[in-house]
């Protein structure tokens, strides 16, 4: 188990062999108290993206993405309490009585390894249920700090299996305007999606010789892709996110 805390917050994340439970409890700026309770269930043979990226014989970096796992819980702030997640009414006892029936998928992120001083990178993922096939597309997309290794973090899990993604992708964003529209393309036509923003969580931190900006949206993929053995599987407004991070650390 992990376990972090300060005086305002504090988080917990155990595993075990059918999943990850997450607690986390922390006080508003107002001055609510706020907690989440949610369960991200591993599927039995759902599979992930594991890669080492190398830069050099001491400069690498091993991550492990975890994407369409399904998710339930239970949110709070103040007496404001909301479930999400299709199982949460199962899974969460007492009278809940804003139980969210529709999908809920949880993106897991693991990396460990020695890191160049400065770095760009994308990463995207979401979740959701094809209109045409009724798969489950899990999408995981990365960028820019794999470029020249000759390795990627791409793929898509579909039904849970991993379909790995080779090729460099074809980002389409603005960074002045992060809310405006972000699409990511293969040129084999495997990929063709944008994300329509709803929200932008923008951090930036300059400490002189460290430094630290995010744009990470949040929103909703609508496109195709195309699985390994060629079905081609359409989604339309299923949730999810994507990022560009800037770091000197």
Not at 54 to 59: G, H, V
Request: charged share 20%.
């Amino acid at each position: 188990p992990l376990h972090w805390s300060n005086p305002t917050t504090s988080v917990s994340i155990t595993d075990d062999s059918a999943g990850t439970t997450i607690a986390a409890h922390w006080v508003e700026a107002d001055g609510r108290s706020a907690s989440l309770e949610a369960r991200v269930d591993l599927p039995a043979g759902h599979q992930s993206l594991n890669v080492v990226i190398p830069w050099s014989a001491k400069r690498f970096q091993f991550t492990s993405k975890h994407q369409a796992r399904p998710a339930h819980g239970v949110f709070k702030v103040g007496d404001e309490e909301h479930c999400f997640g299709a199982s949460a009414e199962r899974s969460i006892s007492g009278d809940r009585p804003e139980v969210d029936h529709s999908e809920a998928w949880g993106v897991l992120d693991v990396g460990r390894g020695r890191w160049r001083y400065s770095n760009r990178w994308n990463w995207a993922g979401g979740a959701g249920l094809a209109l045409d096939t009724g798969s489950v597309v899990g999408l995981q997309f990365g960028g820019k700090w794999t470029e020249g290794t000759g390795f990627t973090e791409n793929g898509l899990i579909i039904d849970g299996v991993l379909n790995k993604i080779g090729a460099e992708l074809e980002w389409t964003y603005n960074w002045d305007r992060p809310l405006d529209p972000w699409t990511v393309r293969g040129a084999d036509g495997a990929v063709d999606l944008v994300l329509a923003p709803k929200y932008d969580r923008h951090s930036k931190v300059n400490a002189g010789v460290l430094a630290m900006e995010v744009h990470q949206v949040f929103g909703c993929w609508t496109g195709t892709v195309r699985s390994d053995d060629g079905v081609s599987h359409r989604v339309e407004g299923i949730q999810g996110f994507a990022e560009e991070a800037r770091n000197r650390w």
